[in-house]
């Protein structure tokens, strides 16, 4: 358990909206970014939210000219009817991303299956958030993309040369569980939000986690340079795969992303969003004259069952975390990330919040 101060998603909202707002962005572009902060806070995810999606736009977005507020998507003209192909022209990367999950959805329901991939992105953040609205409404769902620096170092290397290239996979399941399943994870043993999170929380790190500048293992937040990759070969070989699709994309080398980029090559991230309609995939031959539904209940029945009931889904710290927001009537903060707030507050002129005002969760 852990206490945690209570901010309603009104006065949070109002100060990301704000924050977007001063830093040029659009009326639309920082209400997305804002409606994508509010997401991850209500579901817990302390290392993707408003804090650190402002933190990586001053630090490669638009205050370092890695993000362009305003900038308009292009479609590129491709022959395939179910697939799309963007060039983001640099836009906020949430901004993109839900709309690249609307239109996937879109292209699921008539074709079956849709795909966009986004060429000259800005990094979106959390990608289960994405993933798990669209198994909300229905359909399976993935997302990948390229990170905004070269922060892993591949198995057996001593140079980052990877990016944390996170997946994420969202699945309809909210009829049979009351909430999706949404597998999502960085591949590498922790995010460096992660890292920046434990600095700030003054926590140690887990093994194997991170190196410092000399490629020694430490736990140290203060400490850690680079990141491993989880599961060693295993993690590295999904980080290995977003670039490979990225380098299919259009994307360049991974060491360039978020440095000084030399003439003639590109320092960009990508995406790659696909959307399945559970009716393209389905036999109808399910045992017993089940219905698809109720097969996908018997399923998870069976593997959450011989002695496996106090089994975690992924996505069920997430659920359970929104439910705990919902209870308190507002997000979840804690000291450390209250001030890192008003740090945002100061910067766009907006009140500030007084932790000693707000209420408290126990959580």
């Not at 640099?90 to 008539?110: I, N, P, S, Y």
């Not at 399941?173 to 890292?195: C, F, K, Q």
């Not at 990330?337 to 126990?362: D, H, K, T, W």
């Given at each position: ?290 219905s698809q539904v109720e097969n996908l209940k ?66």
């Amino acid at each position: 358990m852990a206490s945690y101060h209570v901010v309603p998603a009104a006065r949070h909202n109002a100060l990301i909206n704000a924050a977007y707002l001063h830093r040029g962005y659009l009326a639309d572009e920082a209400q997305e970014a804002t409606r994508f902060c509010e997401m991850a806070s209500r579901h817990g995810i302390h290392t993707h939210n408003g804090i650190k999606a402002l933190h990586l736009d001053h630090s490669f977005g638009s205050l370092a000219g890695g993000c362009k507020p305003g900038a308009e998507i292009k479609v590129i003209n491709k022959p395939f009817a179910a697939s799309e192909v963007w060039d983001a022209q640099l836009k906020l990367g949430q901004a993109v991303a839900f709309r690249a999950m609307e239109r996937c959805m879109q292209l699921a329901d008539q074709y079956g299956i849709g795909q966009v991939s986004v060429d000259n992105a800005f990094h979106y953040l959390w990608g289960g958030g994405y993933v798990m609205e669209a198994a909300q409404k229905g359909y399976i769902a993935y997302t990948n993309c390229t990170s905004t620096l070269a922060e892993v170092v591949p198995f057996g290397g001593k140079f980052p040369t990877l990016g944390t290239n996170p997946h994420s996979w969202g699945l309809p399941t909210t009829e049979a569980l009351g909430y999706p399943i949404v597998i999502d994870w960085a591949t590498s043993t922790v995010a460096m939000g992660r890292v920046q999170q434990f600095r700030r929380e003054g926590k140690q790190l887990p093994p194997d986690a991170a190196v410092d500048e000399h490629g020694q293992p430490t736990t140290d937040p203060d400490q850690a340079k680079w990141l491993i990759p989880f599961g060693k070969h295993k993690g590295y070989g999904l980080a290995l795969y977003n670039e490979v699709i990225s380098a299919l994309i259009g994307g360049s080398l991974p060491t360039l992303r978020g440095q000084s980029v030399p003439t003639g090559e590109k320092g960009s991230c990508t995406f790659y969003f696909q959307v399945i309609h559970p009716d393209a995939i389905g036999s109808g031959l399910f045992a017993k004259g089940r219905s698809q539904v109720e097969n996908l209940k018997a399923v998870l029945a069976d593997v959450f069952a011989h002695g496996n009931e106090g089994a975690t889904l992924p996505g069920q710290i997430e659920a359970q975390a929104a439910a705990v927001s919902a209870k308190a009537n507002g997000l979840l903060f804690t000291t450390a990330e209250i001030e890192a707030l008003n740090e945002i507050a100061r910067e766009c002129g907006q009140p500030e919040l007084n932790a000693a005002s707000l209420a408290v969760c126990e959580a």
